[in-house]
Structure formats: C-alpha cells, structure tokens
C-alpha cells in the first residue's frame, strides 16, 4: 500500500478524508474533500470531479485503516492514490491545523 507521511505534504496537496460525519464536523483539515468511507462508492463521482487530473490523491481518515481501504482501490481504478499514515490523528499531533466548518478550532474525534 502506497503511504505519505502528514510531514511530507504541503499546502495545497489534495486531501480526501473518508471519516464518517461526526468525526468530519469535530475537525478536520482545511480545504479536505470530505466523502465518507460508507457513501464512497455512491459518491464516486465528486472524487473524480475534484481531484487534480494528474495529481496525487492523498486519503485520510482517523488513524489510517479506513483511508488504507479506499486508497486501494482508487489505485486499482487507475488513480494516483496513497494514505496518509497515521491519519488525523498524525495531521493533529504534527501540529497540523485542524478546524471546524465554520473555521474554528476543531479535534480529531
């Protein structure tokens, strides 16, 4: 399984996060795609719709388990996808940003 460590990405990397809803609205990262591991395959399309067309797909979720699952498989459709090991809770111990919708501080759930 291809993995990127929360250190080696930078701004403007595209970011999917595939944790539930609860845990999206805690916190999450700014400017992440948020498409939940369970409506994944129904909501395909918005992944495709967003994602740079020669880009990488950098896929997140609490701890990485989930985001391991769906950056498989979008490497089996073709797609330039790897996850981001240790997930959220990683992105928050790194001393990366996370916020509510709103833009406030937020938490890893």
């Not at 996850?83 to 001393?95: I, R, S, T």
Request: glycine share 12%; hydrophobic share 40%.
């Amino acid at each position: 399984m291809p993995t990127v460590e929360v250190t080696d990405l930078k701004d403007g990397d595209f970011l999917l996060d595939v944790r539930e809803d609860d845990e999206w609205q805690a916190g999450h990262a700014e400017g992440a795609l948020h498409i939940p591991i369970s409506d994944f395959v129904a909501r395909y399309g918005e992944l495709t719709e967003a994602a740079p067309q020669d880009g990488r797909v950098n896929v997140i979720c609490r701890s990485g388990g989930r985001s391991a699952q769906v950056a498989m498989y979008l490497v089996q459709q073709g797609i330039d996808a790897v996850n981001v090991d240790g997930g959220m809770q990683v992105w928050a111990a790194a001393g990366r940003p996370v916020v509510t919708a709103e833009g406030k501080p937020g938490f890893v759930l």
